[in-house]
Structures are given as structure tokens and as C-alpha cells.
RNA sequence: GACUCGAUAGCUCAGCUGGUAGAGCAUAACACUUUUAAUGUUAGGGUCCUGGGUUCGAGCCCCAGUCGAGUCACCA
């Protein structure tokens, strides 16, 4: 491992610290009393409450004038100024603690604990007078400096999307509002929690291993589980284990999951992401689509102020209940001008082809269906909609509508022409759910290779009976983009999926000598070579004739090598 | 998958008919007792993504590759 001149500086600082008698990775503790938010916030009103405060966090800038400096520290909270004294630190005749520790051991990045008191300084900044500072952990590797001024103009932002989502954790230090993304997320999360939990739901943990993959239709991850030598799939969705429960008893179930696809990824698709699916029974779509604009309204407004109206992109989107009902065909009717109403797979093909929509031999109707509304219907709804009332096709789990057995009982909701949930009147006629698999494995053969499998433990459980029941899933990763105006899933994501790193590990003279090359020849091998890898695929002779060739080029002040030598090393 | 753009110091970026690299911040040293992107002076720091080619000579031109970003397609 080569390292840069700063990081050497900063073990050499380590090393200067542990020889004054600060540990600079102490074991214990440290005790808090204050955030700086807290000060920042309550410091004018009542300051002789700030006469003693300890707190905790990472050093974020420095700025030394002679016998005094100043510091910039972040905690959890927010940022605050320390003052150092040299006087006030080192009371006595000894101002190691000031001149050596503070001003050149200390650096950007360090953890340290502080104790002192608050005061406001000339400039009219709150700040700590420190009285003492304790190293809690120093930082070897120097963080990315962004900074602001007065005006709000940032400098030297760190912005590669690379560098910022492989190294989350120095996104997450030095770019401010990064961290308010994601407190939003698990706010968002905690608030839906909140509103079901309230409605009396249960909230269960379904298996993430699956032996089939079931639920929707997407191309899973499979794996193979050692001991009962059988392949296992990563869930695609949780919905058939949610209905199982629902057929055991439980009235109302929901569940925060991690689903997996394995599948394209771009800025709105990874392939691990996170889906809420709750399953209420003796509810129906109907129900559910006023359970579900409700539920996102008081998100909303919960995470966003009291506010229904959010902003995404140039656009503003309200959540306002009650939200717009559009059934699927009079959709596509408006925007395309087609009645595909009752229409075959042929008809269907010919309407896509006279609006310029590509299709296959192994689309279905639904597929077709679903193309005609993708292409030309969903970029149109950008405040939240419901569309309804799908062709039956396109929803093998969903019951067939009560007026019309051709449709179902669905609704997606769509908001900023993108699918944010899906909603059925769930299928519990295990006869119907049967031919519907069925029709699903004849797409399979046809060549659909997101057609469902049967899973006949679920039908097994139908045929027990399941009550009257309504689902529903939305996007958390969506929903949270909308929330927070980001356009990337890769920004509400704390870890999102990247091609794995490149580690180029760069050969050093240390190599060589780890493999027989005498510490004299080292340096001329890998100048020869540039690996042990290449040394070792060339012949002694070689060798021997390459390196002392390099000796005598570079008048290398070593004596010259024997050809038993060389067959010495390898 | 296609096209476009990018990769140079710890970070953000510059670089020129093709002549072995430059700024700001960061780092180091000195000065300075309340700074505000602190300041001033000085110094160090680079496999110019990788591999080939053209050339006397490549960070720059050509070819191939890696990684990333954007647009589109595919996929939900």
C-alpha cells in the first residue's frame, strides 16, 4: 500500500501523539452533556444554562492565529465553532498541549470531546471557549474539503456521483443536505409505520429465500442453499407469504421489504430496493384507494411541514386526497384514441403498430396492453392518479371486476408519469388463481421469461380460504425520491449497487523480496518486470540476462548476478 | 445494449501545433491573541485511468479496454 504524503504526515502525528502520552484511540467513553444544535438554538436566551458543556464530534476546519485559534466542530446535530486559547489550555509554563497537540497533531477529520463554555465572539458567533480536549479517534485519511462562505457559495464540492456513493460514509461527512435526505427516508418510513400501526396492522417478516419466486413478474437472483442442495431465489416480492397470513387469521398485515430483481440498472432501478405491501381482508380496492391517498396524505404532509404540495423537478406535485380515478382503457382512449375495449391479440398488434409501438412474438395481450399505456398514457400523469380497472390479463393475481369479467379489480398509482403503487382486490378464488397460473406458464413457454410460476403451496393455502381481501404496495424508494426531489434512486440509497472496484494493487520492490528477489535486485526487477506475476513467467536465462543488462545500463553499484542465482529466487 | 461526455496532486479543476505538468483549497514551515472560504510569505506533493500504436518526443493524436455520468432503448 503506497500511501500520499498527507497520510503519512498523519501516522506520523499518531506516532507524536502516543509518544506525549495521548492515546489517540482511548477505550473509554465520553461523556455529552450538549448537541451543538442545542447551543446554536438556546444559547441567547438563557446562557447561564452554557457555562460548562462537554460535547463530541469531528473536527471539520482549522484556523490558527498565534496564541489563539479557532475550529470547526460537527456532532450529529450540526456545526459549531471551538475557540482555543493557548493560555486557557496550558495554564502553566508547558504549552506542548497548545503549540504541539492542538496546533500540528490535531487535525481535519479527528474525533475529539471538548469541555468549556459558551460565549459569542467578535464576529457575533456562538462558540465554545475550550478549557480541554480530549482525541477520541484521529482520522490517517484527509477528507475532502468543501466550503462555504458568507454568501452560501460552496467551494470545492465534493461531487463525483462515484466517489460519492462508493464512499458514502465522506458524502455523508462533508456534503451538507445528504444527511437530511435520508433522515427524511427513515421518517417517511416511521410515519406509514405509525399510520398502520395505528389502524391496528401488523406489521410481519416474510422469508427473504424463497423457493419460488413469486409475486410479480421479474427475473430473480437465484442462489443454492448447501444443505438441502436446492436452489433458493431471492423474493421478488412478499405478496403470496402476506396472503398466506391473511389465510392463517390475522386481519391486517404489512410489511417494509427488500425485494430483488435482477434486472437492468439505471437512475430509477437497482436491483435490491424497497417495497411496503400490506394485505387488509375483508377490504376491497375501492377501499383500499382511499386507504392509500389518505395514508400518503398524512405522510406527506407529516415529513413536509403540513404541507400536501411537494416539489419534483421544475414541477409541483400535491398529495392533496382525494386523488384523480382513471380506468386503464378510457386512458389509453383519450391519449391514443383507441378503443382496445374487448380487443384480441391481433387487434391489439395492429393498434400498437399504428402507433408506432414495437412488439414481439412473445407478447401477450397484457404485455401489449401494457405497452400501448407505458408508451402513450403514463408520462401524462404527473399529480397522483389512479389508474383502475386493468384487462385481466395483465394481473394474474388480481380479482376479475365485479362488472365486468374481462377487467380487474386493480389500481397502480401514478405520480410524475411514474408507477408509485399497486393495488388489487387480491384473487382468493383458488379455482381462478389456479387458470391464471396456468396462463402464466404458457407465457413462460412462449417465451416470457418474467411469466409467473405456479406456487402450489399458495394455492394449497387459497384452498383453505382466504376471506375478502385488498393489497397494496408502494415504491419506499420512489416514494422517498418524489419527497425529497432527487431524480436518482442512487441518492435515497444509502449503498447503492456499483460495479465492483477496481483494486489495482501496484506491484512494490516488497513483493519481490517476499518472492526470493534478494533486497538489492528488488527495485531492478520490478523496473525489468513491473510484477512478479511477469517475472515469473520468463525464463531464468532471461532474467538473468535482462537484470544484469539493467545493472550495467543504469550503473547500478551492486555486483552481478549468476545465472544460479536467478534459479535461486524462483 | 447504442450514442455522447468524462477520468491530471488528498479535493475541485486548468493545461498545449505534440516538447516529462499548473492554480485554488488541503498539507508542511514561519508570522499573527476573536478568525469567517482568516490572512501574508515560503515549501513539498503527480504511474496525467490501463494497454497498445503513430512520433526523435504523447497528459494531449490514433486503436482497444476499464470505470463513471448523461441521453435513448430495454426492463418495471
Redo the contacts with the bound molecule.
Keep these: 500500500m503506497s500511501l ?3 497520510e503519512i ?1 498523519r501516522r506520523q502525528a499518531l506516532e507524536a501523539l502516543r509518544n506525549l502520552g495521548i492515546e489517540p484511540y482511548p477505550a473509554e467513553g465520553f461523556e455529552v452533556t450538549h448537541t451543538a444544535e442545542q447551543i446554536l438554538s438556546a444559547f441567547e436566551n438563557s446562557p447561564e444554562d452554557f457555562v460548562n458543556v462537554k460535547l463530541a464530534g469531528r473536527i471539520m ?8 485559534g ?1 475550529a470547526d466542530l460537527k456532532d450529529h446535530t450540526d456545526r459549531i ?1 471551538l ?1 482555543f ?1 493557548r ?1 486557557e489550555i496550558c495554564p502553566n509554563e508547558d504549552k506542548t498541549l497548545y503549540n504541539e497537540v492542538y496546533k ?1 497533531l490535531l ?2 477529520g479527528d474525533f475529539i470531546g471538548v469541555e468549556g463554555s459558551v ?1 459569542v ?5 456562538i ?1 465554545i ?1 475550550v478549557r480541554s480536549f480530549t482525541f477520541l479517534s484521529k482520522s490517517l485519511k ?1 477528507l ?2 468543501v ?4 454568501e452560501g457559495n460552496v ?9 460519492r ?1 462508493r464512499q458514502r460514509y465522506v458524502d455523508l461527512v462533508v456534503n451538507p443536505g445528504v444527511k437530511e435526505t435520508f433522515l427524511k427516508r427513515s421518517k417517511i418510513i416511521s410515519s406509514m409505520r405509525n399510520y398502520f400501526d395505528a389502524h391496528g396492522y401488523i406489521e410481519v417478516e416474510t422469508p427473504i429465500l424463497q423457493p419460488i419466486p413469486g409475486g ?3 427475473r430473480p437472483f437465484i442462489t443454492h442453499h448447501n444443505a438441502l442442495d436446492i436452489p433458493l431465489y431471492l423474493r421478488i416480492a412478499n405478496e403470496l407469504y402476506l396472503k398466506r397470513l391473511i389465510v392463517g387469521g390475522f386481519d391486517g398485515v404489512y410489511e417494509f421489504a427488500k425485494d430483488f ?1 435482477n ?2 440498472m ?2 430509477t ?1 437497482n436491483p435490491e430496493f424497497t417495497v411496503m405491501e400490506i394485505y387488509v381482508a375483508y377490504k376491497d380496492y375501492q377501499w383500499m384507494m382511499a386507504f392509500t391517498e389518505k395514508m400518503l396524505e398524512h405522510v406527506v404532509k407529516e415529513v413536509n411541514n403540513g404541507d400536501t404540495e411537494v416539489p419534483v423537478g421544475d414541477r409541483k406535485i400535491n398529495f392533496q386526497a382525494p386523488f384523480k380515478r382513471v380506468a386503464i382503457l378510457d386512458a389509453i382512449k383519450e391519449h391514443t384514441g383507441f378503443d382496445i375495449a374487448g380487443m384480441n391479440e391481433q387487434e391489439l398488434r395492429d393498434v400498437c403498430k399504428q402507433l408506432g409501438i ?1 412488439t414481439d412474438e412473445s407478447m401477450g395481450k397484457a404485455k401489449l396492453i401494457d405497452e400501448i399505456f ?1 408508451e402513450k398514457c ?1 408520462p401524462n400523469y404527473i399529480q397522483p392518479t389512479f389508474i383502475t380497472d386493468y384487462p385481466v390479463e395483465m394481473s394474474p393475481l388480481c380479482k376479475k371486476h365485479r362488472n365486468d369479467p374481462s377487467l380487474t379489480e386493480r389500481f397502480e398509482l401514478m405520480v410524475n408519469g ?2 408509485l403503487a399497486n393495488a388489487y382486490t387480491e384473487l382468493n378464488d383458488p379455482i381462478d388463481q389456479r387458470a391464471r397460473f396456468e396462463e402464466q406458464l404458457q407465457l413462460s413457454e412462449k417465451g416470457d421469461d ?1 411469466a409467473m410460476f405456479i406456487d402450489h403451496d399458495f394455492l394449497r393455502a387459497l384452498e383453505y380460504g382466504m376471506p375478502p381481501t385488498a393489497g397494496m404496495g408502494i415504491g419506499i424508494d420512489r416514494l422517498t425520491m418524489f419527497l425529497t426531489n432527487k431524480s ?1 434512486i ?1 441518492e435515497v440509497l444509502f449503498f447503492p449497487q ?2 465492483p472496484e ?1 483494486t489495482k494493487s ?1 506491484p512494490t520492490p516488497a513483493d519481490f523480496v517476499k518472492a526470493g528477489v534478494p533486497e538489492l535486485w528488488a527495485a531492478a526487477a520490478l523496473d525489468a518486470y513491473g510484477s512478479v506475476e511477469e517475472m515469473r513467467k520468463a525464463k531464468d536465462t532471461q532474467i538473468h540476462q535482462k537484470l544484469n543488462g539493467l545493472r550495467k545500463k543504469k550503473k547500478l553499484d551492486i555486483p552481478a548476478l549468476s545465472l544460479e542465482d536467478v534459479q535461486g529466487w524462483i
Excluded: C, L
Design positions: 500520499s504524503e498527507q504526515q476546519s482549522k484556523r490558527i492565529m498565534g496564541k489563539a479557532f465553532q475557540y486559547n493560555d500540528k487535525d481535519i460565549f465572539t467578535r464576529m457575533g458567533e462558540s471557549q484527509p475532502p474539503i466550503k462555504t462562505d458568507a467551494y470545492d464540492a465534493f461531487t463525483d456521483p462515484e466517489q456513493y410479480a413478474a421479474a430483481r434486472e437492468g439505471d437512475r432501478h414495437e407505458g403514463e411514474k408507477e418474467e436518482s442512487q456499483m460495479r477496481k501496484v
